[in-house]
């Protein structure tokens, strides 16, 4: 709001201006300065790992590497809620296969933490394919094939809530 006298129209501009700086410089830090950034994500280990007697291994893996373990337990998958877990999987060929596989045997279902956790547990797993995932990854170490492949991590901060809920809806995150 502008009165007629000169100064103190520039004495509020200087005010409004003072005002923006200070809120850009705080959004901006928000943005660009915070520190790491610490999420969770979901992990199975599936059955083909699980009935050759290596989920110990990967849980020592999964320690070693830093993950905070928030949540375990072995469960048995029902078709109804690995087709629920896989929905978005639903038109792909694969997809019975897949949850036939799922629901062949326990799983072992985890929630993970550290910083940046879903790209970090992407890379402990390798490539989705064994075959063409890296030498010291868990998919090549424990993995078969396509769909043996020993694990499963989310893929995106989206997808980590959503199958978090999914397998502990009653864990807060
Ligand atoms: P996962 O990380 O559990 O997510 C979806 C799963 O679908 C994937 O691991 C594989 O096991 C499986 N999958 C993905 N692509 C194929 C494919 N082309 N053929 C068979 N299974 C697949």
Redesign the pocket.
Known sequence: MFVPNKSVNWILIAGIVGVVAIASFWLFKCKFCRGPKIERTLAIIKPDAVAAGNSGKIIDKIEQSGFKIVGMKKIDLTKEKAEVF?AV?KEKP?FN??VQFMISGSVVVLILEKESAIQAWRDLMGA?DPQKADNESLRKTFGTD??K?AV??SDSEESAKIEITKMFPDLMQ
């Open positions: 896989y999987h694969f296969d897949l989705t396509l769909t492949n499963h991590g």
